[in-house]
């Protein structure tokens, strides 16, 4: 409980932060650069190594492409019977797949599961929702979005291959075997511990809950699907295999995350449905304080 009432209190400076003279528009874009070149890599470096690969272990990094399938399936199937338009079938193809892993998954996996958690879900979010939005999310940009912001593939590959948390990930799998020295582990300690903190401050800063009344059939629409009807998905296949453990209840609870403020940023650049865009990252982030330690209590 200590740690959620922290993430909140994070959350309300960073909201305040946004109302004072001495924190330029692009505070929040600084601290999200801080958490991706500094902080995130930083963590992965830390606990990766100390991972006991299992068949349980993959299932957060499987788990991200079946709800992907599953959330395009139900997309696809609402546009065309509520005959949504294009951009807004492109918002919520983009939108509703992809969540919020990282800058919010990884502090709420460690508030409510603790740190022994948080590499699964580094798994679900590098292997899963990173890839997906580098890949599919460049899909839907080129079927769905502005000329502008179509993507290349060669352009794609190059994202991830370049992705700081992605390249450490791939050195802390190469390093499994290799025990840090005391110095090295302090340092990455230090630097790992800005990440809750910054992150929720950065996200507090940028939030934003406007509302087109036009548009809340979509909104209700896409944030049932993302934090209702996912996680539960999630739960039901896993119950259904019969896989069980931490890394399934941590899997199911990634899956129950809003939408992606990268991915949000993405669909306003495509002009895919702005105003919904903004919507879906606003509220569902309000909403997961919510949804998500009712889905804790439910997987505990």
Same mark, same amino acid.
């Given at each position: 409980?200590?740690?959620?009432?922290?993430?909140?209190?994070?959350?309300?400076?960073?909201?305040?932060?946004?109302?004072?003279?001495?924190?330029?528009?692009?505070?929040?874009?600084?601290?999200?650069?801080?958490?991706?070149?500094?902080?995130?890599?930083?963590?992965?470096?830390?606990?990766?190594?100390?991972?006991?690969?299992?068949?349980?272990?993959?299932?957060?990094?499987?788990?991200? #492409?079946?709800?992907?399938?599953?959330?395009?399936?139900?997309?696809?199937?609402?546009?065309?019977?509520?005959? #949504?338009?294009?951009?807004?079938?492109?918002?919520?193809?983009?939108?509703?797949?992809?969540?919020?892993?990282?800058?919010?998954?990884?502090?709420?996996?460690?508030?409510? #599961?603790?740190?022994?958690?948080?590499?699964?879900?580094?798994?679900?979010?590098?292997?899963?929702?990173?890839?997906?939005?580098?890949?599919?999310?460049?899909?839907?940009?080129?079927?769905?979005?502005?000329?502008?912001?179509?993507?290349? #593939?060669?352009?794609?590959?190059?994202?991830?291959?370049?992705?700081?948390?992605?390249?450490?990930?791939?050195?802390?799998?190469?390093?499994?075997?290799?025990?840090?020295?005391?110095?090295?582990?302090?340092?990455?300690?230090?630097?790992?511990?800005?990440?809750?903190?910054?992150?929720?401050?950065?996200?507090?800063?940028?939030?934003?809950?406007?509302?087109?009344?036009?548009?809340?059939?979509?909104?209700?629409?896409?944030?049932?699907?993302?934090?209702?009807?996912?996680?539960?998905?999630?739960?039901?296949?896993?119950?259904?295999?019969?896989?069980?453990?931490?890394?399934?209840?941590?899997?199911?609870?990634?899956?129950?995350?809003?939408?992606?403020?990268?991915?949000?940023?993405?669909?306003?650049?495509?002009?895919?449905?702005?105003?919904?865009?903004?919507?879906?990252?606003?509220?569902?982030?309000?909403?997961?304080?919510?949804?998500?330690?009712?889905?804790?209590?439910?997987?505990?």
């Amino acid at each position: 409980m200590e740690n959620f009432v922290a993430i909140i209190t994070y959350l309300l400076i960073g909201m305040v932060f946004r109302h004072l003279p001495d924190f330029p528009a692009e505070t929040g874009k600084v601290l999200n650069s801080f958490v991706i070149y500094v902080s995130l890599p930083a963590l992965v470096l830390l606990k990766i190594p100390d991972l006991d690969f299992s068949q349980n272990v993959m299932v957060p990094a499987v788990m991200p #492409w079946v709800m992907l399938i599953c959330s395009v399936s139900f997309i696809l199937v609402l546009a065309r019977v509520l005959t #949504w338009e294009r951009p807004t079938t492109g918002c919520l193809l983009l939108m509703v797949p992809l969540g919020n892993t990282s800058f919010l998954g990884i502090p709420m996996v460690k508030a409510f #599961w603790g740190e022994q958690a948080i590499p699964y879900a580094v798994l679900y979010d590098q292997l899963g929702s990173f890839l997906a939005l580098a890949t599919y999310g460049s899909v839907v940009l080129a079927l769905f979005g502005s000329e502008r912001c179509r993507p290349t #593939w060669g352009g794609v590959v190059k994202r991830i291959l370049s992705f700081p948390p992605f390249l450490a990930l791939t050195l802390a799998l190469l390093l499994r075997s290799v025990a840090y020295p005391a110095m090295v582990s302090a340092v990455l300690s230090a630097m790992a511990a800005t990440l809750v903190p910054v992150v929720m401050v950065a996200v507090g800063f940028q939030l934003t809950l406007r509302l087109n009344r036009a548009m809340i059939s979509q909104l209700s629409i896409g944030l049932t699907l993302k934090l209702i009807v996912a996680p539960l998905v999630a739960f039901l296949l896993c119950t259904a295999v019969g896989l069980k453990g931490e890394a399934v209840q941590v899997a199911v609870f990634e899956a129950g995350m809003p939408p992606m403020v990268s991915a949000g940023a993405l669909a306003i650049m495509a002009n895919l449905s702005p105003v919904l865009t903004a919507a879906l990252v606003g509220i569902g982030i309000v909403a997961s304080f919510i949804t998500l330690p009712i889905l804790h209590a439910l997987l505990s």
